[in-house]
């Protein structure tokens, strides 16, 4: 069975960058098919995707938050990793880590997700 | 972006009977040339993430019981729980990856009457 699992800190200052890395076990991260990304889930809130990434490196990434995200992958750790720059208290969420089955896609799995608070 | 739009933002519903929940889409997300709606619907029980329940409109994936049924095609979308269980009170999110970025609806919650 796929497992997705976030880490990263759970707090924030403002202005800083948000790190979090998604590791990948029990499933084949390389595979042709799939694409990794990350949604977020303010508390109480909808979701919203932030971007994916194709093993191979190509990435899409939504206009709302593209001047701010980079997200790369390391095959040979079998992780992906999300960076948000410039953060707000607007960016305080749930962070899950997610497989889509294509570009853009449905998602069939899903991390459990880890909350970031930003604050000073 | 397409907006997706779903109603109502809450509704109660006694054991047994039927929960109906809608989506909308603001443009079509009916791809012609296979004739596939790219609409998705998720449950979300609190602590949880998502989980899928249906893909390309009416697709149930895997696992997920049969009183669950998704129907609509282009921009009107319905998720229907033809008999509600106690373990189904949950927020509904419908997503549609037509194109990106993807976007979801802002859920349903439905909890028992």
């Known amino acids: 069975q796929l497992q997705l699992q976030e880490s990263g800190p759970g707090l924030v200052k403002p202005s800083e960058t948000l790190s979090l890395t998604c590791t990948v076990s029990?499933?084949?991260?390389?595979?042709?098919?799939?694409?990794w990304g990350w949604i977020r889930q303010p508390p109480g809130k909808g979701l919203e995707w932030i971007g994916s990434?194709?093993?191979?490196?190509?990435?899409y990434y939504n206009p709302s938050l593209k001047s701010r995200v980079t997200i790369s992958v390391d095959t040979s750790k079998n992780h992906f990793s999300l960076n948000l720059r410039s953060v707000t208290a607007a960016d305080t969420a749930l962070y899950y880590c997610?497989?889509?089955?294509?570009?853009?896609?449905?998602?069939?799995?899903w991390g459990q997700g880890t909350l970031v608070t930003v604050s000073s | 972006d397409t907006v997706m739009t779903q109603s109502p933002d809450s509704l109660a519903v006694s054991l047994g009977e039927r929960a109906t929940i809608n989506c909308m889409s603001s443009?079509?997300?009916?791809?012609?040339?296979?004739?596939?709606?790219?609409l998705a619907w998720y449950q979300q029980k609190p602590g949880q993430p998502p989980k899928l329940l249906i893909y390309?409109?009416?697709t149930r994936e895997s696992g997920v019981p049969d009183r669950f049924s998704g129907s609509g095609s282009g921009t009107d979308f319905t998720l229907t729980i033809s008999s509600l269980q106690a373990e189904d009170v949950a927020v509904y999110y419908c997503?549609?990856?037509?194109?990106?970025?993807?976007?979801f609806g802002g859920g349903t919650k439905v909890e028992i009457k």
């Open positions: 997610a497989r889509t089955a294509s570009s853009p896609g449905w998602v069939d799995y």
């Open positions: 029990a499933g084949s991260f390389s595979s042709g098919t799939y694409y």
């Open positions: 990434i194709y093993y191979s490196g190509s990435t």
């Open positions: 443009r079509s997300v009916l791809y012609s040339s296979n004739n596939k709606s790219y």
């Open positions: 390309w409109a009416s």
């Open positions: 997503q549609q990856y037509y194109s990106n970025p993807l976007t």
